[in-house]
Structures are given as structure tokens and as C-alpha cells.
């Protein structure tokens, strides 16, 4: 549960609702750094981009590392998101990307305009499943069929 969460939260790219009127959308998710990323510092890696997303029109790939939004620094997926939050839709936003194909790290910049509304498949995601009922443990009694929890015979 904490693990969507989290995902919807990158996925938004804001910290306010997704009906905030005229708030941008990047239309990516983002993750944190792989343990086994050492070259890299600081950053989010890009681990999903939406299609049809301003991400997308900018070129972001997953597996690209997006180290900097605008100049600043981002260190963690929810740094990255409270910055794009700070942006309108139709506003450009400047990305510094580390892409590792190809044996090396090759710095680029990348311009993206924010787009107005979330990207298809947002909506897929942020729907929340319900929670299945917690684990029942009885306390001083065996739970048999012909000998119920004490907690479920309290219960009726």
C-alpha cells in the first residue's frame, strides 16, 4: 500500500490534488537511485514515462537520471516532485539529465513544457484497491471450526 502510494505521489508530480487548477504535469514516475549507481551522487532515476506526457515530448527515457529541475539540486523522488510543483502548465521546465547507455555518462539538458492535464494511465494507477481485512490472531483459543476465536464470538 505504502509502495503506491509513493508512486502515485511521483506520478502527480505535486503535492496538492489533481484537480489544482492550473498546475503542470511532467508525466513521469520517479525512484530513487539504485544502490549499485555509484558514478551518480544525487538525483531520481526515471523509472516510468507516461506516453503522450510532456516527459515523453521532451525525450525523457526510463533509466535516465535526472539530477537537477531548473538548477536546483534534487536529492530524492519527493524533492523532485515538490519542484515541478512549484510550476503552472505551459510553463518550461529544464531538466539535467545523466543517461548511462552506452558504456558512459553523457550530460544533457533537457527543456519540457508542462502539460494541463495528467497523462493517460494516470488515472489507472491512482485509483486506490481496497485493503484486504488485517490478519485475525486469537488470544487463548485455538480458532478450530468447532471452537470459534474469542474475538469473533465477542464480536456477535
Given amino acids: 500500500m505504502i509502495q503506491k502510494v509513493l508512486i502515485a505521489f511521483c506520478l502527480m508530480c505535486a503535492v496538492q490534488p489533481a484537480a489544482a487548477a492550473g498546475r503542470g504535469y511532467l508525466g513521469v514516475w520517479f525512484g530513487v537511485l539504485p544502490a549499485t549507481e555509484k558514478a551518480v551522487r544525487t538525483g531520481v532515476a526515471v523509472k516510468k514515462v507516461f506516453v503522450g506526457s510532456a516527459a515523453e515530448r521532451a525525450g525523457l527515457k526510463p533509466g535516465e537520471i535526472v539530477t537537477q529541475i531548473d538548477y536546483v539540486s534534487v536529492r530524492d523522488p519527493e524533492a523532485a516532485v515538490a519542484l515541478l510543483a512549484e510550476n503552472a502548465a505551459g510553463e518550461r521546465v529544464l531538466l539535467t539529465v545523466i543517461d548511462r547507455t552506452g558504456g558512459g555518462i553523457h550530460r544533457s539538458h533537457i527543456f519540457a513544457t508542462l502539460a494541463a492535464w495528467p497523462p493517460n494511465g494516470f488515472a489507472a494507477i491512482m485509483t486506490a484497491k481496497p485493503m484486504p481485512p488485517p ?14 476465536c474469542r474475538a469473533d464470538v465477542a464480536a456477535h
Fill in 135 to 148: 490478519a485475525r490472531h486469537c488470544v487463548g483459543s485455538a480458532g478450530t471450526p468447532d471452537r470459534p
